[in-house]
């Protein structure tokens, strides 16, 4: 017997339009009509009229002339607006700016959406060579040194919820893997891993944190050259003091400026 609450209220448009910006928002390819009404399972009707509002009102888009349709930044934009995250963006982008000048390399500021990161704010090297993340470049938490790093300083209570959704929405996550690679993070306090995706880039992470969580990790795409102008080593500790600024810097300001998932903003008073 489903003994379940009923839900009251309903509006199914709604959440067709929901459906298809989740969708749309966890895949790495433009998808087509047809495609979104099998993995949806809704009528190519109802997709039709979705996509049509959701084009004109500018969330999804044609992208590179390509066939199908992709999310655009305009979800990405509007959450930028949101004091918490406006605040940190405000406290980390100078330090960023000093660190960019200190090391000759890009830095980006990475926090979890759901079951992902995303890229929130990136500086890019004063010089000619480097390697820079586009702004709301998503991963899964798992697959990438920084949302594996926001996860290492997460409390258990976090973790373990993090782990739940994780399993269910990506078959090949191994939640024994991501916890030993986690346990390794937060005995070095940061993290030093080659990159997955880019030959010769070495990813430097380390957590921002507020009280005892990251609320955010900031990530160095470290490009090797043939001769460093900044030691790999050098520019760990410079990164790790960096995030310790934006750390306090969040500290000395709003109690409450951005919350881990579970958490409720507090205010100050």
Not at 67 to 92: C, D
Not at 193 to 202: C, I, N, Q
Not at 212 to 234: C, H, S
């Amino acid at each position: 017997m489903d003994t379940r609450e009923p839900q009251k209220y309903r509006a199914p448009a709604l959440e067709k339009g929901l459906d298809i910006l989740m969708l749309l928002a966890r895949e790495s390819r433009p998808l087509t009509m047809s495609q979104m009404s099998d993995r949806l399972g809704r009528s190519k009707g109802e997709i039709f009229r979705m996509i049509q509002v959701l084009e004109e009102k500018g969330f999804i888009a044609h992208q590179g002339g390509e066939e199908g349709y992709s999310i655009t930044n305009m979800l990405f934009a509007l959450g930028m607006e949101q004091p918490p995250i406006r605040g940190l963006l405000e406290v980390s982008l100078p330090i960023m700016h000093e660190l960019a000048e200190a090391i000759w390399q890009s830095s980006h500021l990475v926090v979890a959406s759901g079951d992902q990161m995303v890229v929130i704010a990136r500086v890019d090297s004063p010089g000619d060579i480097s390697f820079a993340v586009k702004l709301g470049h998503r991963r899964p938490l798992f697959d990438s040194t920084s949302g594996r790093v926001l996860f290492a300083f997460q409390p258990a209570n976090v973790q373990t919820e993090w782990c739940r959704v994780l399993t269910q929405l990506h078959p090949e996550f191994d939640e024994t893997v991501f916890r030993e690679q986690a346990a390794e993070i937060v005995k070095r306090g940061h993290a030093r891993e080659r990159s997955s995706a880019v030959r010769g880039v070495m990813d430097l992470s380390t957590p921002v944190m507020q009280t005892n969580f990251a609320v955010a990790a900031l990530t160095v795409p470290f490009v090797e050259r043939t001769v460093d102008r900044i030691p790999i080593g050098e520019a760990t500790r410079l990164l790790a003091r960096a995030a310790e600024e934006i750390s306090r810097s969040i500290r000395l300001g709003e109690e409450s400026l951005v919350t881990a998932p579970g958490r409720r903003r507090r205010t100050p008073g």
